[in-house]
C-alpha cells in the first residue's frame, strides 16, 4: 500500500529526503452493548490501518457477537 510505505523525494545527486511512516502504538476501543459489532469494526478500523495494535473491550451485557 503506497500511502503506508511513505515517499522519497530526490533533491541533488548526493542527497534525498524521505518520509517514513510508523504505527503509533496501540489503540484501545471500548464498545457499547447496543451495537457491538459496528462499534468494533468503526473503532478497529483506522487503527489497523494504520499498522496500530487494536485491543477492544466489549460490553459486559453484549452477546458474544463482539467478540
Known sequence: IPSLEGS???LRETSFV???????GVVAG???????I???????APALAAGNAMIFKPSEVTP???L
Open 8 to 10: 522519497q523525494i530526490p
Open 18 to 24: 524521505y518520509t517514513r511512516r510508523e504505527p503509533l
Open 30 to 36: 471500548i464498545g457499547a452493548w447496543n451495537y457491538p
Open 38 to 44: 459496528q462499534i468494533a469494526l468503526w473503532k478497529s
Open 64 to 66: 458474544l457477537t463482539a
